[in-house]
T-cell receptor
Framework: KAGVTQTPRYLIKTRGQQVTLSCSPISGHRSVSWYQQTPGQGLQFLFEYFSETQRNKGNFPGRFSGRQFSNSRSEMNVSTLELGDSALYLC?????????????FGPGTRLTVL | GDSVTQMEGPVTLSEEAFLTINCTYTATGYPSLFWYVQYPGEGLQLLLKATKADDKGSNKGFEATYRKETTSFHLEKGSVQVSDSAVYFCALSDRTGSARQLTFGSGTQLTVLP
């Protein structure tokens, strides 16, 4: 079974631009979560989607948004990019998002904001 | 809120040495506990998990036991290999409320020397 895929793998943007990242979950998985990884803040939860509905959101500004499609694929968008948004963005999928479910991670998208 | 405290790194060991990485947690509910590993340039891979007290997770020679009385989930391996060099993250997923997210520790960098 194919794992979680994320595109693109690397992205370079300038301040003020916006960016869209894509995630395809493992087949059959309906929950998709997004995390931001930085050297200073570590791994932080952004949001979680299930059946096209956002069920949970982390403590990030409104510039960070996401959505999920009917095939469970998910996108996240960051508008008005800031230097501090430079990070590795990780997508994870699980069957239902229950606390006992294992979340399987993709390789991440490395975003650099100049 | 929920939190995970991990042993500060980096940790450097010789091949075949014994490994312990300490992890303690604070949670409002009754969490599931996970250890993830991240190799350079990659996403997170699940190493092992435990979903209830006294459960022992194990994989690839690594073990961790869910200790509710001490709120701990320490990672151990009897004999490390050079290929175990990576960053290790302890994480929890709480069962209460709308928590469908992983809360991570800060990560422990392990280097194994031949």
């Amino acid at each position: 079974k194919a794992g979680v895929t994320q595109t693109p793998r690397y992205l370079i943007k300038t301040r003020g631009q916006q960016v869209t990242l894509s995630c395809s979950p493992i087949s059959g998985h309906r929950s998709v979560s997004w995390y931001q990884q930085t050297p200073g803040q570590g791994l932080q939860f952004l949001f979680e989607y299930f059946s096209e509905t956002q069920r949970n959101k982390g403590n990030f500004p409104g510039r960070f948004s996401g959505r999920q499609f009917s095939n469970s694929r998910s996108e996240m968008n960051v508008s008005t990019l800031e230097l501090g948004d430079s990070a590795l963005y990780l997508c994870a999928s699980s069957l239902t998002g229950a606390s006992t479910d294992t979340q399987y991670f993709g390789p991440g998208t490395r975003l650099t904001v100049l | 809120g929920d939190s995970v405290t991990q042993m500060e790194g980096p940790v450097t060991l010789s091949e075949e040495a014994f490994l312990t990485i300490n992890c303690t947690y604070t949670a409002t509910g009754y969490p599931s506990l996970f250890w993830y590993v991240q190799y350079p340039g990659e996403g997170l891979q699940l190493l092992l998990k435990a979903t209830k007290a006294d459960d022992k997770g194990s994989n690839k020679g690594f073990e961790a036991t869910y200790r509710k009385e001490t709120t701990s989930f320490h990672l151990e391996k009897g004999s490390v290999q050079v290929s175990d060099s990576a960053v290790y993250f302890c994480a929890l997923s709480d069962r209460t409320g709308s928590a469908r997210q992983l809360t991570f520790g800060s990560g422990t960098q392990l280097t194994v020397l031949p």
